[in-house]
């Protein structure tokens, strides 16, 4: 079982989430990975950020 994942792939694995759920062994590299690294949790952030700001405008096309 592969736990260290490199910052492209805690990138992918982020963006794959977005889609689908992670097998737990995935979930848990991610995890891992995130503990240790800075740029990572910050990418993390920003995808989340996308997240809301896209589900807000969502909402706010359909109210119009």
Do not use: G, I, N
């Not at 492209?8 to 991610?30: F, G, I, K, S, Y």
């Not at 891992?32 to 700001?53: E, G």
């Amino acid at each position: 079982m592969l736990l260290r994942r490199t910052c492209r792939e805690v990138t992918a694995l982020a963006l794959r989430a977005e889609d689908q759920a992670l097998p737990w062994r995935e979930r848990l590299a991610m995890r891992l990975h995130l503990m240790v690294c800075k740029a990572c949790p910050r990418f993390a952030a920003q995808l989340a950020l996308m997240r809301r700001a896209s589900a807000r405008w969502r909402r706010y096309s359909e109210s119009e």
